[in-house]
C-alpha cells in the first residue's frame, strides 16, 4: 500500500471516531472506535447522529487535505490520523515543530511519538532528543520529567529514574497540552470550507479531540507500579511525584494517573487513604463536566436550530477555556458559573 492509501485508509477508519467519539467519551470509553453504519446517513436509524451525513463529508475533506498539507496546523493533525503508521507520524510532527517551533503542543507531539520503538530508528527522532528538548523549553513543566524518568528506568539507570521523578515533583505543573489539541481540531474543523452546518463541524471536531492518545503516562505509571520488591527510594520519589501529578495536572486522566500512583506507592495507610480520596474526588468533578458535556452533545443533536446553536457556543467556549487553562482548571472555572 501506497503512504497516501495507508493514510487515506487510517482517515477512514477515524471518520467513524469523529461520531462514535461524541457518545463513548461520555461514557469514558476513552478512543475506542465501533464499525460504521451502513445507514450513517439516515438520522431516522436509533442511535446514529442527524449529522452524520455531514461529518462524512467532512471526514472526506479531511482525507484529501491530508495528503498535501504545507501548514503547521494540518501537520499535526495529520500526524495525529497517522498514529498507524509512525514513521509518517513523526514526518507530521517534526514538520509542524519546524514550522511553529514556540508551539508546546507540536514539541511535546513529536518528543511522545519519538518514544515509540521504531526499527530502524527515524532520523527526526535522531537528530535531537526530542524528549530532553521538550523538558528544557518547557522548563516548569513536570511532564516531561516523568517521560524522561520511564526512559531512564526502561534503561536500567535507576538512580537517573529517581532524579527525575524527584525533578517532576518538585514542577509547579504538568501538561501533554492535549487540552490545546481540542482547540487545534476546533479550529481546522470550523474553517473547513465544506457543505455541513456548525453543529456538523462541532460534532467532528470534538469527536476527533476526544480521541486523543492518553499513553503519554503510560511508562511512568508503569515504572511506578508499586511492586513490594521495588526499591524504597523508588516508591518514595513515585509517591511524591504521584501526588504532585494528582494535584497540579491539567487533565483529569494525568490527575488520577496521579493518584494511583500515589496509592500503590504510599509510605503507610493513612497516605493510602489520603490518594484514594483524592481519586474519589476526582471521579465526581469529572462526572459532573461529563455532564455539562452531554447536555451539549444533546443540543447539537436537536431538531431545533436554537438549540444547536446553543450547543455550539457551548463547546467553542469551552474548547477555548480548555487551550487557556486545562481540562481541570476549565471545568471548575466553570462550575463557579
Not at 491530508?66 to 501548514?71: A, I, N, S, T
Amino acid at each position: 500500500m501506497t503512504r497516501a492509501a495507508t493514510r487515506m485508509s487510517t482517515l477512514r477508519r477515524a471518520g467513524c471516531g469523529a461520531v462514535c467519539a461524541v457518545s463513548l467519551a461520555a461514557a469514558g470509553t476513552g478512543g475506542a472506535q465501533a464499525p460504521a453504519s451502513n445507514h450513517a446517513a439516515d438520522p431516522g436509524v436509533p442511535g446514529v447522529s442527524r449529522s452524520a451525513a455531514d461529518v462524512a463529508r467532512i471526514d472526506e475533506t479531511l482525507r484529501m487535505r491530508g495528503l498535501v498539507v504545507d501548514d503547521p496546523r494540518g501537520h499535526w493533525v495529520a500526524g495525529h490520523f497517522d498514529a498507524t503508521d509512525p514513521a509518517d507520524q513523526v514526518r507530521h510532527y517534526a514538520a509542524a515543530r519546524v514550522a511553529a517551533p514556540s508551539e508546546a503542543l507540536y514539541q511535546a507531539s513529536l518528543a511522545v511519538a519519538c518514544q515509540q520503538p521504531v526499527q530502524p530508528t527515524l532520523p527526526e527522532c535522531d537528530s535531537v532528543d526530542r524528549l530532553a528538548d521538550w523538558a528544557t523549553r518547557d522548563a516548569d513543566n513536570g511532564t516531561p520529567m516523568l517521560l524522561l524518568a520511564a526512559k531512564a528506568a526502561r534503561r536500567g539507570n535507576g538512580e537517573f529514574a529517581i532524579a527525575y521523578l524527584e525533578q517532576a515533583a518538585a514542577r509547579p505543573r504538568f501538561d501533554d497540552y492535549s487540552s490545546r489539541g481540542w482547540l487545534v481540531f476546533w479550529d481546522y474543523v470550523m474553517a473547513l470550507q465544506v457543505q455541513a452546518e456548525p453543529a456538523a463541524k462541532a460534532e467532528a471536531a470534538i469527536g476527533y479531540a476526544a480521541e486523543q492518545p492518553r499513553a503519554a503516562l503510560s511508562g511512568f505509571a508503569g515504572m511506578c507500579g508499586g511492586a513490594a520488591e521495588a526499591a524504597t527510594a523508588r516508591r518514595a520519589a513515585c509517591a511524591r511525584a504521584g501526588a504532585a501529578l494528582a494535584e497540579r495536572g491539567a487533565t483529569f486522566a494525568a490527575r488520577e494517573t496521579g493518584a494511583v500512583v500515589a496509592e500503590r506507592n504510599a509510605e503507610n495507610p493513612a497516605a493510602a487513604e489520603r490518594a484514594r480520596a483524592s481519586r474519589t474526588a476526582l471521579d465526581a468533578e469529572r462526572a459532573r463536566c461529563a455532564a455539562d458535556e452531554q447536555q451539549w452533545r444533546v443540543d447539537g443533536q436537536s431538531a431545533d436550530a436554537a438549540a444547536r446553536a446553543r450547543g455550539v457556543a457551548a463547546w467553542d467556549r469551552n474548547v477555548h477555556a480548555r487551550a487557556a487553562m486545562g481540562e481541570v482548571a476549565a471545568c471548575r472555572q466553570r462550575a463557579k458559573g
